[in-house]
T-cell receptor, first 115, second 114 residues
Framework: AQKITQTQPGMFVQEKEAVTLDCTYD???????LFWYKQPSSGEMIFLIY??????QNATEGRYSLNFQKARKSANLVISASQLGDSAMYFC????????????FGQGTTLQVKP | KAGVTQTPRYLIKTRGQQVTLSCSPI?????VSWYQQTPGQGLQFLFE???????NKGNFPGRFSGRQFSNSRSEMNVSTLELGDSALYLC?????????????FGPGTRLTVL
């Protein structure tokens, strides 16, 4: 059964430093997509980055990069040069090819950036 | 391009009532999905609509229903509200709903059931 696991309920990082948020997934499907979203206290889910199961290179979007290790079934989010505005809840999510429109989410990691 | 919009943003209802939430997707997006977010259960998938048809469904009771109109706008209805239905309801849209398709979320409707 598909499942997303985020083992870090809360993380602290100093402003301007890099931080890695962990995500492992479980699926028997060969075709799937992995997504990271940010949810500030306002509640809106903001898309950050996507990695497809067939992508051989790690995805990058500005200060966000995804460390994709397919054999280990992990898709860790790396945020470089943290900013105070990065303080939020971060969710890892997955969609399988046979499950249209359905994202499975992890429990989330709360990131706090310290000045 | 305008983002996903949801109305209303906040709702307070009492047990036994019913409620209808509305979602307008990004222009050109045909897939609309609904999620419920609670502190205890996290984010859970309710259902997905594509071309006015429910194409996928999560594990929620029949009190939760939805529909999609020809312009891709979607509504979600919850009948006979229970205290446990208090949650943030998020709508998300994407072009096709395929596994590589990014979903973009609206600001959510926060429902409180008293």
């Amino acid at each position: 059964a598909q499942k997303i696991t985020q083992t870090q309920p809360g993380m602290f990082v100093q402003e301007k430093e890099a931080v890695t948020l962990d995500c492992t997934y479980d699926t028997s499907d060969q075709s799937y997509g992995l997504f990271w979203y940010k949810q500030p206290s306002s509640g809106e889910m903001i898309f950050l980055i996507y990695q497809g199961s067939y992508d051989e290179q790690n995805a990058t979007e500005g200060r966000y990069s995804l460390n994709f290790q397919k054999a280990r079934k992990s898709a860790n989010l790396v945020i470089s040069a943290s900013q105070l505005g990065d303080s939020a809840m971060y969710f890892c999510a997955m969609r399988e090819s046979g499950n249209t429109g359905k994202l499975i989410f992890g429990q989330g990691t709360t990131l706090q950036v310290k000045p | 391009k305008a983002g996903v919009t949801q109305t209303p943003r906040y709702l307070i209802k009492t047990r036994g009532q019913q409620v209808t939430l509305s979602c307008s997707p990004i222009s050109g997006h045909r897939s609309v999905s609904w999620y419920q977010q609670t502190p205890g259960q996290g984010l859970q998938f309710l259902f997905e609509y594509f071309s006015e048809t429910q194409r996928n469904k999560g594990n929620f009771p029949g009190r939760f229903s939805g529909r999609q109109f020809s312009n891709s706008r979607s509504e979600m209805n919850v009948s006979t509200l229970e205290l446990g239905d208090s949650a943030l309801y998020l709508c998300a849209s994407s072009l096709t709903g395929g596994y590589s398709d990014t979903q973009y979320f609206g600001p959510g409707t926060r429902l409180t059931v008293l």
